[in-house]
């Protein structure tokens, strides 16, 4: 293998190292976040007024009941469950196992699988 060949690899797994690295802070940051994420209003969507118009907004976005979506980011689940609420088959995936186990437990809670 040529030195330049050798150097182009070299530089390939180190960025795919910094980007593991990465990956794996941000992981850890949204998982240290996801006890409290909930309690900004906008979050947890616990005011029926900010909670209703997340709601008209969502519901003039996506088609009728039955349509498939994904919610890429998920978090805790708060807008998945709008969905879910508005007849929405949905899937939320997320960098966070601690996000996704709030997420399924409000699911669970609701009666809805996301």
């Known amino acids: 293998?040529?030195?330049s060949a050798e150097e182009r690899m070299s530089t390939?797994?180190?960025q795919i190292e910094a980007r593991e690295k990465q990956l794996q802070e941000t992981r850890r940051y949204w998982?240290?976040?996801a006890e409290a994420f909930d309690q900004e209003a906008d979050h947890g969507l616990r005011d029926p007024l900010v909670r209703q118009a997340w709601?008209?907004?969502l519901k003039a976005q996506f088609p009728g009941p039955g349509a498939r979506v994904l919610d890429i980011g998920c978090g805790t689940?708060?807008?998945s469950l709008v969905l879910a609420g508005l007849g929405l088959q949905v899937r939320g995936i997320d960098l966070s196992p601690g996000m996704l186990a709030r997420a399924q437990a409000k699911a669970a809670a609701a009666g809805?699988?996301?």
């Open 1 to 3: 293998m040529s030195n």
């Open 12 to 14: 390939n797994n180190h």
């Open 31 to 33: 998982d240290e976040q």
């Open 55 to 57: 709601t008209e907004l």
């Open 77 to 79: 689940g708060s807008l």
């Open 112 to 114: 809805v699988d996301i």
